[in-house]
């Protein structure tokens, strides 16, 4: 099984991460992964298909997506026109900290709209785009020359950026709908694995609700989704530990029988894999 998170520091003094103008070849991408950290990807140029969640994109010039934290999402750049994009990672703790009290701002307005509609592309008129470009610019050579303040400079164009993505989406503004038709079947088995996450599943029984071999039914979920069937279910139930184990005072064990594991040994080993922590320590810095 890949490794399905990325890794961050968590322990920065500042903990932003940026990617600027990096170009993105099929071979070279990386596996699915799976984060707690925000993330905001801005399209240069290519073109490739974009998993999130359950909503396909055909990713073009121009695009922007808001990946909220613990959300499977995987690309998969066109063989021949490759994507060339912007990624910044951020600590959602982090950027909203500076924004507490009597009329605190939230920041994070426009992921919890991603997350609640499961609408994950905005749609950017070309002043937007020239803003946005100038902003990724500016703080990358904030983080590359490292000037005295250059930490409180990074965050403040980071928390700029944020309301204006926020703007876009007030009332009035609609995030893009999907633009990728996907067949009924993967829907279908995608809202499956959902409902189904604490009970026994199996590659046999998801195929035969979609009339085909397991075989057939395995090559077909990965050459549309980019991602290996037991993989996702198996990073999908880790997510829902993730929110039990922030969201609710159940114990551990409560939490992976839940979450459809039959050993809390392989409970354990799964979340310390993909998570990069254990439950109980993972459940204290919540």
């Known amino acids: 099984m890949h490794p399905m998170r990325k890794q961050f520091a968590a322990n920065d003094a500042l903990p932003v991460e ?10 070279a991408e990386l596996p699915d992964h799976l ?29 922007l997506y808001l990946i909220p ?49 499961r609408s994950y592309r905005l749609a950017l008129l070309p002043e937007d785009r020239a803003r946005l470009e100038g902003m990724f610019d500016e703080m990358h050579q904030e983080l590359a020359a ?14 700029t950026l944020l309301l204006h993505l926020n703007r876009k989406i007030s009332p009035g503004a609609a995030n893009v709908p999907a633009n990728f038709s996907r067949p009924s079947w993967l829907q279908n088995a995608l809202i499956e694995i959902d409902v189904r996450l604490g009970e026994d599943m199996s590659l046999p029984a998801l195929a035969s609700q979609a009339s085909m071999s397991p075989s057939y039914f395995s090559r077909l979920f990965k050459q549309h989704t980019g991602l290996n069937v037991t ?32 050993s809390l040994p392989h409970f354990y080993r799964m ?13 204290r810095k919540q």
Not at 43 to 59: D, L, P
Not at 89 to 113: E, P, W
């Open 69 to 117: 934290g613990n959300t499977i999402h995987k690309t998969l750049p066109h063989p021949d026109e490759p994507l060339t994009s912007s990624v910044v990672f951020f600590s959602g703790q982090y950027v909203q900290a500076s924004s507490i009290g009597l009329d605190a701002y939230s920041f994070l307005q426009c992921f919890d709209s991603a997350r609640t509609t």
């Open 146 to 159: 490292r000037e005295p303040g250059y930490r409180q400079a990074v965050l403040l164009q980071l928390q």
């Open 231 to 262: 993989e996702y279910v198996i990073a999908k139930r880790i997510m829902r530990a993730k929110e039990l184990l922030a969201d609710t005072d159940r114990t551990v064990a409560e939490i992976a029988a839940a979450c459809g594991f039959d």
């Open 35 to 63: 984060h707690d950290w925000l993330e905001i990807i801005y399209v240069h140029g290519g073109t490739g298909s974009f998993f999130i969640h359950h909503t396909f994109y055909e990713m073009q010039a121009g695009d």
């Open 271 to 283: 979340f310390k894999k993909i998570a990069g922590d254990t439950p109980a320590h993972y459940k």
């Open 18 to 27: 940026l990617a600027l103008r990096r170009t993105k070849h099929l071979q």
